[in-house]
């Protein structure tokens, strides 16, 4: 059964300053990985989605990676911003045998202070 | 992307009574996902809903309690059924683009007294 596990559960960072976030899974098995960031009381926001062929993706200052083998993932976060706080969730698609079916980590909830 | 609604966004209900749930995209898609995201929880899967077929359950969820329908290509309902004050969660729709990455809707605040 595919687990996933995000560290650290809360983190909280000065403005500007770079910060990772980091995710790891128990089956390497994956089709892809999503990195969401969820508000709170509202829905899911995809920020990056990282097919298994791929290491890396960048959308502006996010940049996420995949190594697959280890089954770990990062999302790093450059020149962070009191708008960026929320909680960010990281899921696996596939592995364990979920038939494509996202498997989500209990979240990093991210506190940027002015 | 696909643009996701849900009605209600938010409800309080009583013990034993019932909710439907709609979810609309803005284009055609095969599969349509229910969530659910009890207080301080993550994401759990509830069921896959295809059109035309009939929804697949995952493990500790059944029919009876979340009936789900699927009439067409841009809309799926979500029942909970005889709810009690465990069900009290946000309860989220999501489709798959055919790149296999997953949108979600605003979600459904249900509190169950």
């Known amino acids: 059964k595919q687990e996933v596990t995000q560290i650290p559960a809360a983190l909280s960072v000065p403005e500007g300053e770079n910060l990772v976030l980091n995710c790891s899974f128990t089956?390497?098995?994956?089709?892809?990985l999503q990195w969401f960031r969820q508000d709170p009381g509202k829905g899911l926001t995809s920020l990056l989605l990282?097919?298994?062929?791929?290491r890396e993706q960048t959308s502006g200052r996010l940049n996420a990676s995949l190594d697959k083998s280890s089954g770990r993932s990062t999302l790093y976060i450059a020149a962070s911003q009191p708008g960026d706080s929320a909680t960010y969730l990281c899921?696996?698609?596939?592995?364990?045998?979920?038939?494509?079916?996202?498997?989500f980590g209990k979240g990093t909830k991210l506190s940027v202070k002015p | 992307s696909a643009v996701i609604s849900q009605k209600p966004s938010r409800d309080i209900c009583q013990r034993g009574t019932s909710l439907t749930i709609q979810c609309q995209v803005d284009?055609?898609?095969?599969?349509m996902f229910w969530y659910r995201q009890q207080p301080g929880q993550s994401l759990t899967l509830i069921a896959t809903a295809n059109q035309g077929s009939e929804a697949t359950y995952e493990s500790g969820f059944v029919i009876d309690k979340f009936p789900i329908s699927r009439p067409n290509l841009t809309f799926s309902t979500l029942t909970v059924s005889n709810m009690s004050p465990e069900d009290s969660s946000i309860y989220l729709c999501?489709?798959?683009?055919?790149?296999?990455?997953?949108?979600f809707g605003p979600g459904t605040r249900l509190t169950v007294t």
């Open positions: 284009s055609q898609v095969t599969m």
């Open positions: 899921a696996v698609n596939g592995g364990g045998g979920s038939q494509g079916n996202l498997i």
């Open positions: 999501s489709v798959e683009s055919p790149w296999y990455e997953q949108y």
């Open positions: 990282i097919q298994s062929s791929q």
């Open positions: 089956d390497s098995a994956i089709y892809n």
